[in-house]
């Protein structure tokens, strides 16, 4: 349990940091807070787990160039798989609702 609320504890920190710098960077302060928020939380929880699985001694998967990386314990890359490139053609811009 101390894990979960330490791990939520970071989830708002990187988002408040986000928001910040998005609305200062951005001419759109409320879109550029945001976007900060995500990106920040987004940030914060994979920088916990990847350091969640060093301490589990779990090997970390890695994307390089469309091909996937397993980073043993020892440190040696080997190849996992291959990925195949979506052809689907996303829009360049969202409206959030």
């Known amino acids: 349990m101390k ?3 330490s791990s939520l504890n970071s989830l708002i920190a990187g988002g408040l ?4 710098l998005g609305a ?14 995500i990106l920040g939380a987004a ?3 994979t920088t916990d787990a990847s350091g969640e699985a060093k301490k589990l001694k779990l ?6 160039n469309g091909i ?3 980073i043993g314990l020892d440190g040696e890359k080997r190849l996992f798989k291959k990925l195949v490139k979506s052809k689907r ?4 811009q969202f409206q959030l609702i």
Do not use: C, H, M
């Open 89 to 92: 053609v996303l829009p360049n």
């Open 43 to 45: 940030i914060s929880a």
């Open 59 to 64: 090997p970390q998967l890695i994307e390089e």
């Open 68 to 70: 996937l990386y397993e």
């Open 3 to 5: 894990t979960s609320k």
């Open 17 to 20: 940091i986000g928001a910040s």
């Open 24 to 37: 200062f960077l951005s001419n759109d302060k409320e879109e550029g807070a945001v976007i900060g928020a």
